[in-house]
Every structure is written in structure tokens, then in C-alpha cells.
């Protein structure tokens, strides 16, 4: 199915990493020190995906009512204040993603990050995490004019893993990393456990399902061995 991938393009939030513990604490902080009611964990899992504009945005309406701009400026300021200071406190990668990252290196395949979270939370969550020397390529959602779902990022993200997308595949946990892939022409997986917001559309998108990135690299070995043979 993935014959001759040389290039292999992850998401974040939700594929490589688990940030909703912290994410989490920097909508609450925020929340609170506008006297508005905490959301808890389990709702902002469900607003991440979209870049953090959208979680404060949505974090904003369903405590406020309202989606002031003058309220979005103070909350966004007390959301990305802490943020910044908190990035890893309770974010750590998925099973399996450590030992499939460096087993996918070590064949020489090309690996890059495209998310639409913001290079200022990007670049130091992945050097705090030990994962930044795995990738040539990491696109955030502030270097590009369009963000996934749109095909920039990802084409963007090949062209710096000095790839072509007929060579190239997206993993992802979201419909917005599907359509961004497709629209690209890259080949998609998709895992299970990340802030695919229950949505059923995304369990039969990709090309394929797999539990986690452990999985990962025998399926791009065997489909070596199936070309081969
Ligand atoms: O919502 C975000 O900030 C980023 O989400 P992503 O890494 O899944 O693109
Ligand atoms: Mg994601």
C-alpha cells in the first residue's frame, strides 16, 4: 500500500504527543483569572486540532456566552503567558512514539512535523521532549498562509524533507490532517487515541488504522518486502 516511502510527515497534538493535560491548565488558568468557570480536560480534548486561537475561541464562548474581540485580546494573553511557561509539564509522547521515531531515522527515511500549532510552542516542546533532532522538517501553523486542512503545510513539509508526495505520508489523528494529506497526494494513516472529537467520518478516512506508531515501522518494512517480492 505505501510502496517506496521516503519521506514520512507527522501531526502533534493528539499523534505524537499528549498536550491536552496542558493545554488543559492554560484554558482553566486563563478562565479563571477572568472570573469565568473552569472546562476541564475532557472538553478542551475536544477543541484541539485547529491551532490555539480556536481552543481560546471556544473555551471563550461556552464559559462567556460571548465572542468578544476584547475578551478573545485578554484571554489570549493570559492563555499563551502560560502556556509558554508550561509547555511540558504534563505533555509527554504517546507509547511507541520514541522507538518508532528513531527506528525510522535509522533507515534514513526523512521525518517532519506539520501542525498548526504556533512555532513559539512548537520548536521548544519538542526540544524540552528530546524529539526536535528526528525531524528535517517542521511546519507550524504560523509559517504557512493557509493551515491543514489545507495542502500547503504538507507540501511545504515534503519540500523541505526534500521529497516528493507520491513518496510521502501523513500520519495524523484528525479529519484535518486527512484532507490536508489527500489534497496534497500523500498517502495517510491514521491513530485512534488522539482529538479526533469522536468524529466517525475519520475511522474509515485514512488509508489505513493503526493502534499506535509502534506499528509504524514493520508496516513500512513489509511493504518494502511486498515490492520487492
Ligand atoms: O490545535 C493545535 O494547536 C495544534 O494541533 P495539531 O498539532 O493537531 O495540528
Ligand atoms: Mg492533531
Redesign the pocket.
Known sequence: MFSDVRVVLF??????VD?APD?AAATDHMLESLSLPPVGEARVRT??????N??IKRALAATSGSEQEELFESGSRLFLDYYAGHLADRTSPYPGVVEALDELVGRGLHLG??????AR??EPLLESLGLRDAFQAVVT?DAVTE??PAPEPMLKAVRLCGGIPQQAIMV???M??VEAARRAGLGVIGVPY??NHGDKLFWTAPDLMIQSLAELPALLESNKADECG
Open positions: 501531526d502533534l497534538d493528539g499523534t505524537l498536550t493545554l477543541w484541539i486540532g485547529h491551532g490555539v480556536h481552543l512535523v506539520v501542525t498548526n500549532k504556533p510552542f512548537t501553523g493551515q491543514k495524523g489523528d484528525s484535518t490532517d488522539g482529538y
